[in-house]
């Protein structure tokens, strides 16, 4: 690990300017990803900003009838809260499903929104990789791809964003609340927080140089069964191949959201119509547009098969 320094600010402005200062640094949290990432080099700060003293670590109801969720609540705490049991069972049950007990009772809401890929060339530093060395070139086109991505992608990134609850929070509507160096504020819907790798596969989200999460908002609850699976090569601590969060009403309609198949969590609102007429219907429609390789193409129909027992599931 390279030699840094490091801050506690007192205030969310006072974390942004300083990050917007200087391009070498970063924020950090519970640090399950960036420490992890600067032991193999692959991050590099020249300075840390600790922003765990700034009290953004409760959830509290909204006068719309949701919850804000501070930026430093930690998963085991969000999952665990009778609000977020009772009302937002996807969520909980996305949270659950990721990493191990003490990895969630350090991780961050907004840590885990901004956790970077886990595509093995990226973390192998002898191997070409856009997003860790933008311009090097992408190992994985040619290389082995199982876990990797088959729609979104682009020529230059075939990476996948590994977490699950960022996919509950799509299927929910969720919005993200920052604060810049001004001290100006900015609401992000969670469909345009995460980016598609395109031609920058190295800028992983929307936020501008120094923006800070604040907060996640919930909208008011979505009725309807709450579903959460994910299908990984072991029954736990992996990433998914694919998940799928959902929402579904008595009457067949809902919401669903996918995980492990893209550089963001998946969501096409438009063939949720299609819920009531079937998985193949809406998989045809959320994945036409898909590039799989010779290695993950299995992913297609995996897809149409958890969705299809989420349906199941739904209906009992």
């Not at 391009?23 to 922003?51: C, R, S, W, Y």
């Not at 192998?124 to 082995?144: E, H």
């Not at 990433?239 to 008595?250: E, M, N, R």
Request: net charge positive; charged share 25%.
């Amino acid at each position: 690990m390279k030699a840094f320094s490091y801050e506690r600010p007192t205030t969310a402005a006072e974390a942004a300017a300083s990050v917007a200062r200087n391009p070498e640094a970063k924020f950090i949290a519970g640090g399950t990803n960036l420490l992890d990432l600067m032991k193999l080099q692959i991050e590099t700060p020249t300075h840390l900003v600790d922003v765990n003293g700034l009290g953004l670590d409760t959830i509290e109801p909204t006068p719309e009838g949701g919850l804000r969720i501070g930026a430093l609540v930690r998963n085991t705490d969000l999952a665990a809260d009778a609000r977020v049991r009772k009302d937002y069972g996807v969520l909980s049950r996305a949270i659950v499903a990721g990493a191990s007990g003490q990895l969630r009772n350090r991780a961050t809401t907004a840590g885990n929104l901004l956790q970077r890929t886990r595509c093995p060339y990226f973390y192998d530093t002898a191997q070409a990789c856009n997003k860790r060395r933008p311009g090097s070139g992408c190992s994985a086109l040619d290389g082995v791809s199982r876990q990797l991505a088959v729609i979104g992608s682009s020529d230059a990134c075939i990476a996948t964003y590994p977490g699950d609850m960022a996919v509950a929070m799509r299927v929910l509507d969720a919005t993200v609340e920052t604060v810049d160096a001004t001290g100006a504020e900015r609401k992000i819907a969670i469909a345009d927080f995460h980016r598609l790798p395109e031609d920058r596969p190295e800028v992983d989200t929307t936020l501008k140089p120094g923006e800070l999460i604040t907060a996640v908002t919930l909208p008011k609850p979505v009725p309807g069964t709450h579903i959460y699976r994910k299908v990984r090569d072991r029954a736990s601590y992996a990433y998914a191949l694919v998940s799928a969060a959902a929402v579904i009403g008595a009457d067949g309609t809902g919401r669903v959201a996918f995980g492990g198949v893209a550089h963001k969590p998946w969501r096409v609102e438009a063939a949720e119509a299609d819920l009531q007429r079937g998985a193949k219907a809406v998989t045809d429609r959320v994945f036409a547009d898909a590039r799989p390789t010779h290695d993950n193409a299995f992913k297609l129909k995996l897809a149409e098969r958890i969705l299809g027992a989420v349906l199941n599931q739904a209906r009992a």
